[in-house]
Antibody
Framework: QVQLVQSGAEVKMPGASVKVSCKAS????????ISWVRQAPGQGLEWMGW????????NYAQKLQGRVTMSTDTSTSTVYMELRSLRSDDTAVYYC?????????????WGQGTLVTVSS | QSVLIQPPSVSGTPGQRVTISCSGG????????VYWYQQLPGTAPKLFIY???QRPSGVPDRVSGSKSGTSASLAISGLRSEDEADYYC???????????FGGGTQLTVL
């Protein structure tokens, strides 16, 4: 069955960077894109961007342009999301999700989530 | 302020039918498919409705989705305690070139 397993919780200082991983299994890795979605404590869902493991094309949310980078390693079926210049309002649970559509948030499988806490 | 607008909360008693609305614009719901996600407390979201009105396997047929113009709605009939969760609508936004979510609706089963 499709599984997305994310790396563990992180605590970072303001201004630092964080890199979260998402390892996929149970399907052909290059066939589906991966999106990242975050959820601040007690808040709603926010789409961060998308990457194609097939050709490494990316599309980032305008709000995060310049601070976020998504990458893939097809040898290990893993997608990475790096967020730089962390601020306190980046504290959130970060999810990866398999994206079954070219345009449109068709997220049919989700990782378990990774809590990133930004605090001094 | 979310691009897609949902009521913060709805409630119903067991067996009732509830609906959750999602209002957008021409650049998102008006021109693209709508998706719904269910998030149980402390868990990752789960796909609940795709392409406006399609149910993934495992989602019961008492759940339905619809779309008209720039609005969409999710209906759950025969309400059960296990339906208590947060529900989010989502769509692609052509102007933003990205996916957008509603603010979420908390469903309480009284």
């Amino acid at each position: 069955q499709v599984q997305l397993v994310q790396s563990g919780a992180e605590v970072k200082m303001p201004g630092a960077s964080v890199k979260v991983s998402c390892k996929a299994s149970g399907y052909t890795f290059t066939t589906y894109g991966i999106s990242w979605v975050r959820q601040a404590p007690g808040q709603g869902l926010e789409w961060m961007g998308w990457i194609s493991p097939y050709n490494r094309n990316t599309n980032y949310a305008q709000k995060l342009q310049g601070r976020v980078t998504m990458s893939t390693d097809t040898s290990t079926s893993t997608v990475y999301m790096e967020l730089r210049s962390l601020r306190s309002d980046d504290t959130a649970v970060y999810y990866c999700a398999r994206d079954s559509s070219g345009a449109g948030p068709y997220f049919d499988s989700w990782g378990q989530g990774t809590l990133v806490t930004v605090s001094s | 302020q979310s691009v897609l607008i949902q009521p913060p909360s709805v409630s119903g008693t067991p067996g009732q039918r509830v609906t959750i609305s999602c209002s957008g614009g021409n650049s998102n719901i008006g021109n693209n498919d709508v998706y719904w996600y269910q998030q149980l407390p402390g868990t990752a979201p789960k796909l609940f409705i795709y392409r406006n009105n399609q149910r993934p396997s495992g989602v019961p047929d008492r759940v339905s989705g619809s779309k008209s113009g720039t609005s969409a709605s999710l209906a759950i009939s025969g309400l059960r305690s296990e339906d208590e969760a947060d529900y989010y609508c989502a769509a692609w936004d052509d102007s933003l070139s990205g996916a957008v979510f509603g603010g979420g609706t908390q469903l309480t089963v009284l």
